[in-house]
């Protein structure tokens, strides 16, 4: 067991690190997406109105999809920004049109996961689905879109920290291979130059 502890808490003790800085970063992330959902909810359409109705299908594109993608676009932008500057520290290692687009596709990886647990949430027919009767709309912290949207961004952070951990902000590697961390860890100590004395000799033969 106690290895177990030293294994996790110890030798894994940079990944907490990283996790809890991106959990901070998340969180002001979903305060960002909340916020555009609500600008949105506000000055567009019914969130459950049909924004685009797919042909020859029986499903529809509402507004609550079109209100959470935008969030995502903002929040993600966000997000990106801080992780590479706080989080994971890549800024100054690479270039920020070469880690935007991975980290956009794992956005979107865990955009489409959240735009299913958000319609299973706000469908009226959904198992799933939140409660009339207590998310009817009548205020801000009732309105049912903005729960599904927070329960539905909780959810797929967990997805996003891993793949973006191991994929858009990939540690920056030397030529063999290993991380700068652990070549100058491995390093040896500095010494004298081959062929130089060692000071303490020097002092040794002048006494």
């Excluded at 506000?42 to 507004?63: C, K, M, Q, S, Y």
């Excluded at 270039?95 to 865990?110: C, D, N």
């Amino acid at each position: 067991m106690e290895r177990l502890r030293h294994w996790l808490l110890v030798r894994h003790r940079s990944n907490w690190i990283q996790l809890f800085r991106f959990a901070l970063v998340g969180g002001s992330g979903v305060l960002v997406n909340l916020l555009v959902v609500v600008i949105c909810n506000r000055l567009g359409a019914h969130p459950e109105a049909i924004a685009v109705d797919l042909p020859l299908t029986e499903f529809n594109v509402r507004w609550y999809h079109v209100f959470s993608t935008t969030a995502f676009l903002v929040a993600n932008l966000w997000n990106f920004q801080l992780n590479r500057w706080w989080t994971f520290r890549s800024a100054k290692h690479a270039a920020w049109w070469r880690e935007y687009p991975p980290f956009l596709m794992v956005g979107f990886a865990a955009q489409v996961v959240g735009l299913g647990i958000l319609t299973l949430l706000m469908h009226p027919h959904s198992p799933l689905g939140l409660p009339n009767e207590i998310f009817d709309d009548s205020t801000g912290l009732r309105t049912k879109v903005y729960w599904a949207q927070l329960i539905s961004v909780v959810l797929v952070t967990p997805v996003s920290f891993v793949l973006n951990k191991i994929w858009t902000f990939r540690r920056v590697r030397t030529r063999d291979g290993r991380s700068l961390a652990e070549a100058a860890h491995l390093s040896p100590e500095p010494g004298p130059a081959p062929g130089a004395s060692d000071p303490s000799e020097n002092e040794a033969q002048r006494t």
